[in-house]
């Protein structure tokens, strides 16, 4: 599936980042493992190469939210050079995240990570936009987005989705609490909306994205 540079953080088709974001050492991190966290001193900007992210904040009421999942080819970390601390946490989701720093700092790294904090903004926009949705309305349309970015289409048009991620991930992704996410998951499976579980998701994107936007999920 194409890697549109309106929801990626590098242009589209980069499976990897290109060579000169690859200055320095690769360092790999195993599930949970943290690549920064929150108020941090910023160090570096930085290129995932394999394995996936989840990029989170902590709620007042000590929820996590999760704004986005960064997967090869997407850039997290100090996206733009005034930056002083991290204003989120990266976690790895995957066995094995493969990341690499990069100075944030240097002229030529300007255009992808502004690229990059675009795409961010991007996704906090989704999440204030969809907050007074239901659940069932958010977590279609996040399921279609995260197909967009991370699904495999099939012939017949179906995507199928394999992610990392938990019922409490998911929970996390949409605002809502674990339980009331399964519960959803199980109401958009009896619709024919959705088919699978625990990571591994099959659906039909356009069914999914119109009954997100229109009244039966609503």
């Known amino acids: 599936?194409?890697?549109?540079?309106s929801r990626a953080l590098l242009p589209a088709n980069?499976?990897?980042?290109p060579t000169w974001f690859a200055p320095s050492p690769a360092r790999t991190l195993g599930r949970g493992d943290s690549l920064y966290r929150v108020g941090e001193p910023v160090a570096a900007s930085f290129a995932i190469e394999a394995g996936l992210v989840k990029l989170s904040l902590t709620l007042p009421s000590g929820r996590e939210r999760i704004v986005a999942v960064a997967g090869p080819g997407?850039?997290?970390?100090?996206?733009?050079?005034?930056?002083?601390?991290?204003?989120?946490?990266?976690?790895?989701?995957?066995?094995?995240?493969v990341t690499r720093a990069i100075d944030p700092g240097r002229p030529e790294h300007a255009i992808a990570l502004a690229r990059a904090a675009d795409a961010y903004l991007v996704q906090l926009r989704h999440a204030l936009e969809e907050v007074d949705l239901p659940v069932a309305a958010r977590?279609?349309?996040t399921l279609v987005r995260l197909g967009e970015r991370f699904g495999q289409r099939g012939d017949d048009g179906r995507v199928r989705l394999t992610l990392?991620?938990?019922h409490e991930h998911l929970a996390a992704l949409v605002g809502a609490a674990r339980e009331t996410t399964t519960l959803t998951l199980s109401e958009l499976r009896q619709r024919g909306l959705l088919e699978g579980t625990r990571g591994r998701y099959l659906f039909d994107p356009a069914r999914l994205r119109d009954a997100a936007h229109g009244p039966l999920l609503n």
């Open 139 to 141: 977590l279609a349309r």
């Open 74 to 97: 997407d850039l997290v970390g100090a996206l733009t050079p005034s930056a002083e601390t991290y204003g989120d946490t990266a976690e790895a989701l995957s066995a094995a995240v």
């Open 1 to 5: 599936m194409p890697h549109d540079a």
């Open 164 to 166: 990392p991620l938990t």
């Open 14 to 17: 980069h499976a990897a980042p």
